[in-house]
């Protein structure tokens, strides 16, 4: 079974900043997909994040040029700093990570709260 450990959430006024750490416990797996998503109260989870394990990486249109994920392959864990924080940025952010055909893993969530 494979756990994702995510730290990093809190609270943050908004312009500033905050950076999620998401470890993978199994680190000979190799996770095609490693992303952030994201839930607010009433809403849908949405994708935030991705990054692809040879480099490529995609944004959610309402944090490009804000967020930048980064990963760290040989430790199968993934970042994301967030800078220019929004209270629309207030929700829990999720920690996902995908193996194709074989996996599909979630962590349990942090909360990040932007106050205005």
């Known amino acids: 079974q494979v756990q994702l450990v995510e730290s990093g959430g809190g609270l943050v006024q908004a312009g500033g900043s905050l950076r999620l750490s998401c470890a993978a416990s199994?680190?000979?797996?190799?996770?095609?997909?490693m992303g952030w998503y994201r839930q607010a109260p009433g809403k849908q989870r949405e994708l935030v994040a991705a990054?692809?394990?040879?480099?490529?990486?995609n944004y959610g249109d309402s944090v490009k040029g804000r967020f930048t994920i980064s990963r760290d392959n040989g430790k199968n864990t993934i970042y994301l700093q967030m800078n220019s924080l929004k209270p629309e940025d207030t929700a829990v952010y999720y920690c996902?990570?995908?193996?194709?055909?074989?996996?599909?893993?979630w962590g349990q969530g942090t909360q990040v709260t932007v106050s205005s």
């Open positions: 199994r680190t000979s797996f190799i996770f095609n997909i």
């Open positions: 996902n990570a995908k193996r194709i055909l074989l996996g599909d893993y």
């Open positions: 990054s692809t394990s040879g480099g490529s990486t």
